[in-house]
């Protein structure tokens, strides 16, 4: 079980939050904002990934709570949590 | 050099049983590295294995090692719940599965090794008029791509699993379900063992505690590897390393379409037969079966979040647990009796890779999602093939890494890129 500190709530327990993907990962074109850019770099964003075995950035959204997306910094083998903040704010 | 072989048959069981068992010579060899191979496969698991097998008895080459960090059938081989099955929708996969499960109807005597394959069907459940015009769109799939498949009524449910739950009180009430009669179930240690033994026999050198740790890689032509036991040349090297495909890759420098995830398996105490099948309900996505040592068997859902670590969390098996005595409500006053969990190499679209990678003469097998172990036969095959021949069999041209730059990716859902289909 992990317990996870919402920068918001407090220590919870993961049932109450879901999961949502790799936090490294950003849209090659700020979202629409930025410059076009080519099929191939738009592919490799959506499909491709780091998944590293150890430190990994990830979102997370605390569904059953605050519903507010955070980003936690944990460890792919030993589950530890080393970081939790507010998202967007580890970029 | 190989290893004195001793054909496994009721012959040879009498002499043995008549010495005490005394005489069994080892199944497989523990050589050394040598200094080259013509082809290195990475990974000792089934599929690594069987690549290495049909190299050896449909390609005619000789040299051959396969690398296992730790022992043979200590990974995913030996972690999953045993269903092997072809009930799939779009053709390219169905293919492929079809094929895979066609070498399973052959193994043991192929292998000469019990792999105690039992074709015992596959029962996915529907519990609502949208569930079964689903479950009948894949019944007619099947049958449109050559495969066995039978709709079953909620009374003919009733009489091949009685014991699901179908009173009026049913959480999931039982409405129909898709069966694949030629699915079954294989016992997994026994094929890790079966193909290693058969590989070993053709001269295949498996190498166990042998970590890979990086890549001779000059021009962009893959050379050989560095291992804790030496550097070795190689002509050809594939890849098959499931849940690390993304580690190993990475040494390489590649990036692939894949997060590793953890799914968790379980076992009750075990209890006289009384399921011969496997059923799965989508209502609380959990799969249950009876294994031959009496132990009801069940799966269900990803953990949820990226994970190397083998070993689960409580929620998802109350979830499990919870899920299954739904299903079956004998199973509620059954004590749990083992847990334990596997790393997966999700793709984002759920279909595996079996493909050339742009490092010349380097080749990947992974990306098998939930669904490696029935695939291994198939596998071991087309990978064997795309060694070889340095090109995609038929069967696994759809299954390339380009396909994610292309846009020709496999979604059994058809829906959306994330790294948790099954």
Redesign the interface.
């Known amino acids: 079980?992990?317990l996870i500190s919402c920068p918001y709530c407090g220590e919870r327990p993961?049932?109450e939050f879901?999961?949502g993907?790799?936090a490294s990962v950003v849209p090659p074109n700020g979202a629409g904002e930025g410059a076009p850019v080519g099929?191939?770099t738009f592919?490799?964003y959506?499909?491709?990934?780091?998944?590293?075995?150890g430190r990994?950035r990830?979102h997370w959204i605390h569904r059953y709570g605050c519903q507010r997306w955070i980003e936690v910094e944990?460890d792919?083998?030993?589950?530890e949590i080393h970081a939790v903040r507010v998202a967007g704010e580890g970029k | 050099m190989t290893a004195d072989i001793v054909r496994y048959s009721i012959f040879s069981l009498a002499k043995q049983a008549l010495a005490s068992h005394s005489g069994w010579p080892e199944a497989w060899r523990k050589p050394e590295p040598k200094k080259r191979y013509d082809v290195v496969i990475i990974g000792g698991g089934g599929h690594g294995l069987a690549a290495a097998y049909y190299l050896a008895k449909l390609h005619g080459l000789r040299n051959i090692a396969v690398l296992e960090r730790g022992w043979i059938g200590g990974g995913n081989t030996g972690r999953n719940t045993t269903i092997v099955r072809s009930n799939y929708f779009l053709r390219d996969n169905a293919n492929f599965y079809e094929h895979s499960l066609k070498l399973w109807e052959g193994l043991s005597q192929d292998l000469n090794f019990n792999v105690m394959f039992s074709q015992r069907g596959n029962i996915i459940l529907n519990h609502d008029f949208g569930g079964a015009d689903g479950a009948r769109t894949r019944y007619n799939a099947l049958r449109l791509n050559g495969i066995d498949g039978e709709y079953l009524t909620r009374e003919q449910v009733r009489y091949r699993v009685p014991d699901l739950d179908f009173s009026p009180t049913a959480h999931f009430p039982v409405f129909g379900a898709v069966n694949q009669p030629r699915s079954g179930i294989a016992r997994h240690d026994a094929v890790a063992w079966g193909y290693a033994r058969a590989a070993d026999s053709l001269g295949v050198d498996i190498i166990e505690n042998c970590e890979v740790t990086g890549f001779d890689i000059q021009d962009g032509t893959v050379k050989g590897v560095q291992t804790n036991r030496g550097d070795i040349a190689a002509g050809k090297v594939g890849i098959a390393v499931a849940g690390h495909s993304g580690v190993v890759a990475g040494m390489a420098g590649l990036r692939l379409p894949i997060e590793t995830h953890l799914l968790q398996a379980m076992v009750s105490e075990p209890v006289k037969p009384f399921l011969d099948t496997v059923v799965i309900s989508p209502g609380v996505h959990v799969y249950v079966s009876q294994t031959d040592k009496g132990e009801v068997l069940m799966g269900g859902a990803l953990d949820g979040y990226n994970s190397y670590s083998q070993r689960g969390t409580w929620p998802t098996i109350e979830d499990v647990v919870a899920g299954a005595v739904a299903m079956f409500p004998r199973l509620r006053g059954l004590r749990l009796m083992r847990t334990w969990g596997g790393v997966m190499d999700m793709t984002m679209d759920g279909s595996p890779i079996i493909s050339k990678t742009p490092i010349r003469h380097l080749y990947i097998d992974g990306g098998w999602c939930y669904g490696g172990f029935k695939a291994t036969p198939g596998s071991g095959w087309v990978f064997a093939h795309t060694i070889a021949n340095d090109a995609p069999h038929k069967l696994n041209e759809a299954f390339s890494l380009e396909r994610f730059r292309s846009g020709r990716v496999l979604t059994e859902r058809g829906v959306g890129n994330f790294p948790h289909h099954h």
Do not use: I, Q, S
């Open positions: 079980m992990l993961e049932e879901a999961f993907g790799d099929t191939e592919a490799d959506l499909y491709l990934r780091d998944n590293p075995k990994h990830e944990r792919t083998v030993t589950h």
